[in-house]
């Protein structure tokens, strides 16, 4: 799904997301951490029916385990929990 699946804190992340059926202009990728509630919205440079690719700031105080969702505006929904560790 998602590769890189680390990076360190106080660092910007490139990445790609390799999947199906998402959407231009209507596809929204966020990186949620439960234990602290913190939500990050990356800058997506591409989006391809099968790839997205784009790149993360990672907060200083970040915590270890992410989830990555990413939602159609068709309604599709996928949520991988701890897709992402942060160092």
């Known amino acids: 799904m998602i ?3 680390s990076g360190l ?3 910007n ?10 959407q231009t ?11 602290g509630n913190t939500v990050l919205i990356p800058a997506i440079f591409s989006l391809s029916p099968t790839q997205i690719v784009g790149n993360v700031s990672i907060p200083l105080n970040a915590n270890q385990s992410w989830y990555v969702n990413i ?3 068709d309604g ?3 949520s991988r929990e701890k897709a992402f560790t942060v160092h």
Do not use: E, H, I, K
């Open 9 to 11: 804190r106080n660092a």
């Open 13 to 22: 992340v490139s990445f790609t997301v390799r999947g199906a059926n998402f």
């Open 76 to 78: 599709g929904m996928v």
């Open 3 to 5: 590769a890189p699946t």
């Open 71 to 73: 939602s159609t505006v």
């Open 25 to 35: 202009g209507g596809t929204d990728l966020t990186f949620w951490n439960r234990t």
